[in-house]
């Protein structure tokens, strides 16, 4: 069983759609997506820098095309189960048919504009913790005042805060933390400071008919299979504020006998986590249109 899955923002480097607009039709897509959410994603995805990037509202629709793109160059296979991490939840609601992709696009260009301006009231940010007991790290980020934003498994849970609790981090880590790591990321996201983005995203949903997915779609939240597209989009509009339960899709993904993961463009972070969390299980990240032959291979294999 093969599950297809899309990563979250982050993920994302100056110029990662170069390559996949030489592919036949991709380009037309493309700008359709610009015109419907006024944003010009080729620029973005070609010459832009990376602080231009970094900004939510631009990189949280730069990935989602992405992914749309690099999963529609893989035919038309259908995986066994779909999921995404954060943002990529979108994503993965277009690939099991939830949302259409310019409803997906619209959705995830309303979440970016509410998320920036959240982040915007105070200054936030997020760092990656890498090593030691998760509970114990838990524990001693609560006492700093932190929220535990992502429970991503294999050794690694992402904090979030203001900056000044996540210096006090750098200065007293968890015990067994080999590594903190500071995100390039512009807000506490999945955390209460994403309060006021929950109520625009839940209007900004009222406008939207979602199908029921046509696959397994592993909702973040908890790790559960969520089989209306009603609770899928009901999850999207909370997860901006909730903690995203990565740890608990891997589980999911055993329980379900997955023996493949492709990761979607700009792919590496969900295969890195997944080769040590999910052992035996073949991974591959679509990085470039390169990829998109073993790939092909992967999904025939497994199917």
């Not at 297809?4 to 997506?33: I, K, N, S, Y």
Request: include cysteine.
């Amino acid at each position: 069983m093969l599950v297809l899955v899309a990563p979250g923002q982050g993920a994302q480097t100056p110029g990662f759609l170069t390559p996949w607009l030489e592919l036949p039709g991709a380009a037309d897509r493309l700008g359709a997506w610009s015109d419907a959410i006024g944003l010009d994603l080729a620029h973005y995805g070609t010459q832009a820098d990376a602080d231009a990037i970094r900004d939510t509202a631009v990189a949280q629709p730069l990935l989602v095309a992405a992914g749309i793109l690099s999963a529609a160059a893989l035919g038309d296979s259908v995986p066994g189960a779909v999921a995404g991490h954060s943002v990529g939840e979108i994503t993965a609601a277009a690939y099991a048919g939830v949302l259409d992709d310019t409803a997906a696009l619209t959705l995830v260009r309303k979440r970016g504009l509410a998320m920036a301006e959240a982040a915007a009231i105070t200054e936030t940010g997020m760092s990656a913790l890498l090593g030691g007991d998760p509970e114990v790290s838990v524990a001693h980020l609560e006492k700093l005042g932190l929220t535990p934003a992502n429970m991503n498994g294999a050794g690694q849970i992402v904090a979030a805060g203001t900056m000044e609790q996540l210096a006090a981090l750098n200065e007293d880590k968890p015990e067994g933390v080999r590594k903190v790591v500071p995100l390039k990321v512009a807000g506490a996201f999945h955390t209460h400071h994403m309060g006021p983005a929950v109520d625009k995203l839940a209007e900004a949903a009222k406008e939207l008919v979602p199908g029921d997915p046509r696959v397994t779609y592993v909702s973040n939240k908890d790790g559960h299979a969520v089989a209306t597209g009603a609770e899928v989009l009901e999850r999207l509009v909370g997860q901006v504020a909730n903690p995203v339960r990565w740890d608990l899709c891997m589980e999911t993904f055993k329980e379900l006998g997955v023996t493949a993961l492709i990761e979607a463009c700009p792919g590496g972070t969900l295969t890195g986590l997944a080769k040590r969390a999910l052992p035996g299980v073949k991974t591959l990240a679509l990085k470039t249109p390169d990829d998109l032959d073993a790939a092909r291979e992967l999904i025939a294999e497994h199917a």
